[in-house]
């Protein structure tokens, strides 16, 4: 689950952070020429609230003018006219792709005086089950870039012990901060790390974090992503997703307890299990063809569950085929088969479709399908089954 900056910055200022006096809106932006007296200025800054990166270099769909989808203005009036040109436009950045993402939320936030930025974050290194910290003077800029071109301006900590952040004083000189400036960063390392814990983010990204004029560390932007599978235990965290900004499909998936992410291929893919659609996708590419979706239906499909992920498959109109791979075991393969029957004469979908089961009652799905007049395909094999699909996309 990811969340807009205003509303990171909301819980990271419960941790003791420093971050500038700000104020949000949904949709209603008349309010900011009252509020703007109470946060401190001028500059102020205005900022679009969309789930992507690249806001500062962003163009507007409808352009009032040509300074993205971050501004800077001294004036109240300015702030007002700004935020009426970002609500309700359209923001187009390199995340966004062409269709860009509607902007309904607007932070009004204090400026400040930038003298260095750095990129910061925390996030979990699956290799070495530890956190790490990602530390960079190459602030402000997208850090994969920074990967690709400067990798040795990146630093890489790993926290050993959560009851002792240790920083290695040799950091300072590769920073360039002064003891006072390293001083600050230590302690917003901490406090980051005591945050990441706490609210079970899988991501908290700073970038940038600001060294201000009078020496000063701020958390200029900020962006966290939530483990949804933690949200159980963060049930005021989960009050604060912004569903319109979710990909339909991916929500309506999520909504009825399967997992799904669209991509751009054309073998439309119905799995059971998160490995196994990983691994149906990998065959796929090795065939020569791209899969069109992640799509799990976790380990208890039923019939319901089958008619919802093809009328999200069917929903794609670049998929060509459909490869359903399925392993019986809390749920029987020649159940899973009749399920797939009554969902496909229900939509009357007409795809092709080829099905590959195994685990528990696989020969009984198998004559299922293949018996079952609609023509349908059972394939034993997993790279018969794979190559079969992608020959009928074609």
Known sequence: MNLHEYQAKDLLRKYNLPILDGK????????????????????????SQIHAGGRGAGKFLEPFNEKGGVQITNTSNGALEIAKGMMGNTLITKQTGNEGKLVNRIYLEAGCEIDREYYLSILLNRNQSKLMLMVSDAGGIDIEEVA?????????????????????????????????????????????YRAYVAIDASLIEINPLVVTKDQKLILLDAKINIDDNALFRQPEIEKLKDTSEENELEFEASENDMAYIKLDGKIGCMVNGAGLAMATMDIIKQFGMEPANFLDLGGTANKERAIKAFKIIQSDKNVKSVFIN???????????????????????????????????????????????????????????AAQKAVELSE
């Open 24 to 47: 949000y809106y949904i949709e209603n932006i008349e309010g900011i020429s009252k509020d703007i007296k109470n946060i401190k200025g001028p500059p102020w800054v205005i900022k």
């Open 148 to 192: 690709e071109k400067t990798p040795e301006r990146i630093q890489y900590i790993h926290f050993h012990n959560s009851e002792n952040i240790m920083i290695s004083d040799t950091l300072q000189n590769k920073l360039n901060f002064s003891i006072n400036e390293f001083i600050q960063f230590k302690e917003i390392v901490a406090n980051l």
């Open 326 to 384: 399925i392993f019986g075991g809390i749920i029987h393969c020649d159940m899973i088969a009749n399920g797939i029957i009554d969902a496909i004469k229900e939509l009357d979908f007409k795809l092709p479709v080829v099905v590959r089961f195994q685990g528990t009652n696989s020969k009984e799905g198998r004559d299922i399908i293949n018996n079952s007049s609609l023509g349908l395909i059972s394939i034993d094999d997993f790279s018969n």
